[in-house]
């Protein structure tokens, strides 16, 4: 199995409900960092497993819509406690999609699985991994 | 798949029995970074795979029977051979144990997996992965 | 010279006026790490430079103020445009003035100098450096 | 199952053929972290997974066939073009004959799947993961 | 003193003449991380060291005159061993003379000193600092 | 002002007297990645601050004394608290006199000063840095 993983970042502020941990239930923030993994079983003719620069396009596409955000009044997560976990499967969702939709060029169609990882600080971090077919 | 992993150290001396590599027959030691992972296929009703600061310090409790000490003399791992291969395991032991007593709370009883990671330098570190299921 | 560095970190919500970057003036956040870097021409007859568990204990306190906040409503923040620049010089005012009371034991009183550095992200960080002495 | 990373680099020139990306079809160059994963799912009697001095060893003596050069003239690399995904799988096979010819010593005989992954950058790496046995 | 350090990289082939180390001498690349840190004794009315948008876009336009080349052809360092030290310099004249120019903003022209550190490896890295006037 | 730094590690056991927090009283040991730092305010005709796989071996030969030792059994050490302070001023002494007596190469008789920084933790580290003359 081959992996190809790429990295970037956003500075986002949210509460989360319910937390164990009181003051995590206030307004505060986080810079997550992200890495999203694509797996797939072989590479194409000229050894590419995805165009790469198409996959950082992308990506910095489905984070410009949280970077620089109060998550607590993000449209599209509106009701959800935007805990790490929940925001790594959330990611993955709407990467996924791109691949399937060709925004990530024909390659990305032969990827079968991808992980979303998401590091909150050097003693924490979660990940979210699944198939890309929807 | 979900994941979630934390963070901490120790500071262990010991020495190595039968190595190939000579030296580390000697007394020395090594600072250990412990990453804990915790895997389940679906979050609870708050999004939250496991409570972060209860696991934190369930660690902590942990790695505190290790830390600062030298292995050779601690009495729960006498007549081992404390490669970091056979700590990974030993922790994860110890950890299983702690989420299937509800040490953890309860979301951790929903956990499947769990894999503990040991770094002892940039250059080359240790895993043990299984089932919490004793 | 020697020095000795200290790490922790802290999970904040705020937004930035008048930045020429647009995004950055809505409410967002940041995982900040911290490093305080202590500097002393001598070492005590001990071979210390600082109590660094006093040390500690003492940098906890001090981010406590700001960890799991909105830096926009923190009152000793009032009316300051919260950059790593200024929370670096912040953060050094507020260590300092420890030292020089001996919150961090009495090796701290031969402390010269000090350094607060904040990473935002693992492309940008900040510093104030400058002498314990008020 | 146990796992045992080591990690070394290489600092090599190549041009990639047929990448979307223009700049990257021109001759440049990369420092390739490399990282070399055992996995078995039990360890020796001494509780070793591989000898991890004789593992580093054979994975330096892999590497210095590629190390300092321009891979577009390594003869071994002939009409490949060399993405980081394609030496991630070129090394692993190498490594695993390795193994199967005993070059890291008994234990190693014993291993059951291998992963290298090659960081070319803070911001991007790839894997090749698969069994041993050729 | 404050400081603001902002990150990015460039993947070059080069070779080194004269090296004591033979291998350097034929043709290799580098990944090299670049790490910019400017320095200022004061901040302006806002609290802000430098523009860091205005910094990070012109730290990429002077880099892409290196980026994904073969140094041994780039016509302005001919005649130059394109050491790491050598190269920290090229590229502290180069900002240098952007802060003066003004490129980096209004702020960027009460910039004292400026450092610039490029790592070519977790083992090895160099830099360069130096006043910003001309 | 030029500087080069080359990385290492140690791996040792030591107990430290009169530590405030009392668990470093006994025998542990640590993982000490060791960062050398040489500065000089020129390079030489060829563009090189110091021959660094020179410096790689001397470092080499240095830590050599010291890895997979117990500190508290070293001749050389007798009677001192290896503090990691200490130990980075011991260092800095050694790897001045192997400057000044030509080990490091012609060029290495330039060098100025020099800085040697232990990381024991990702949490803590520490650093002497001094002229190189004796």
Redesign the interface.
């Known amino acids: 199995?081959?992996?190809?993983?790429?990295?970037?970042?956003i500075?986002?502020?949210?509460s989360i409900?319910?937390a164990?941990?009181e003051?995590?239930q206030?307004?505060?923030?986080?810079?997550?960092?992200v890495e999203v993994e694509f797996r797939a079983p072989a590479?194409d003719r000229?050894?590419?497993?995805v165009?790469?620069?198409?996959a950082?396009a992308e990506l910095r596409k489905v984070l410009d819509v949280f970077?620089?955000?109060?998550l607590d009044e993000v449209t599209s997560l509106a009701g959800?406690?935007?805990?790490?976990?929940?925001l790594?499967?959330h990611l993955h969702g709407l990467l996924a999609a791109a691949c399937r939709d060709g925004r990530l060029?024909e390659a990305a169609r032969s990827l079968t699985a991808m992980k979303v990882l998401l590091r909150?600080?050097?003693?924490?971090?979660?990940?979210?991994?699944?198939p890309i077919a929807g």
Chains 1, 2, 3, 4, 5, 6 share one sequence.
């Open positions: 199995m081959f992996s190809l993983t790429i990295s970037d970042h500075m986002i502020a949210h409900r319910g164990e941990f003051p995590a206030g307004l505060h923030g986080n810079t997550l960092v590479l000229l050894n590419f497993l165009d790469v620069d198409l950082k970077d620089y955000k109060n959800q406690n935007t805990t790490m976990e929940f790594s499967r060029g909150e600080s050097p003693r924490a971090w979660a990940s979210f991994e699944g």
